[in-house]
T-cell receptor, first 113, second 112 residues
């Protein structure tokens, strides 16, 4: 069964609004979780590492003020896309690791109009 | 910077054919995973290999990790339309604190 969940699965919002995406580790506590974005027909691009109890680590080129990450508890990480614009439309996926393997959530499709 | 390359990028075959997808790097990885992703869904783990030279079989899928832990292959026997999807390889970081590295993916289409 699924070990990582995401909510919502799809979201449509107007330009300028903020959108929050939740990622939950269902089977055990995760001090570290990862956020990716994926454009159509492309591979995953790591955006940031979410760390419970400390600040997220962002990959080069990812705006930390644009993509706010909060690791609220050992089972929940949230990604907030602030002041979303159409170019932020993408598929956002989270993951958490366990024994040399990453387990992914089902993804969230964001469409900004 | 660790990089993973995958080949081919795109592959379209007929049902029943065999195929091999390759994942290569100049870097050493502590482990390597293969995932399959279908449109609109997150990647689903197929296998993790951790030992150089390791071979794992999952029904019609055979995975091999190179002896030097720098490359891997995925062989599918008698492909079926249900095998259609994006196949991603990912390398586990050799050192603590580094992140997983993903290949660009191989998009497989199996035609009935």
């Amino acid at each position: 069964g699924a070990v990582v969940s995401q909510h919502p699965s799809r979201v449509i919002c107007k330009s300028g609004t903020s959108v929050k995406i939740e990622c939950r580790s269902l089977d055990f506590q995760a001090t570290t979780m990862f956020w990716y974005r994926q454009f159509p027909k492309q591979s995953l691009m790591l955006m940031a590492t979410s760390n419970e109890g400390s600040k997220a680590t962002y990959e080069q080129g990812v705006e930390k003020d644009k993509f706010l990450i909060n690791h609220a508890s050992l089972t929940l990480s949230t990604l907030t896309v602030t002041s979303a614009h159409p170019e932020d439309s993408s598929f956002y996926i989270c993951s958490r690791g366990y024994q040399e393997t990453q387990y992914f959530g089902p993804g969230t499709r964001l469409l900004v109009l | 910077t660790q990089l993973l390359e995958q080949s081919p990028q795109f592959l379209s075959i007929q049902e029943g054919e065999n195929l091999t997808v390759y994942c290569n790097s100049s870097s050493v990885f502590s482990s390597l995973q293969w995932y399959r992703q279908e449109p609109g869904e997150g990647p689903v783990l197929l296998v993790t290999v951790v030992t150089g030279g390791e071979v794992k079989k999952l029904k019609r899928l055979t995975f091999q990790f190179g002896d030097a832990r720098k490359d891997s292959s995925l062989h599918i026997t008698a492909a079926q339309p249900g095998d259609t999807g994006l196949y991603l390889c990912a390398g586990g970081p050799p050192n603590y604190g580094q992140n997983f590295v993903f290949g660009p993916g191989t998009r497989l289409s199996v035609l009935p």
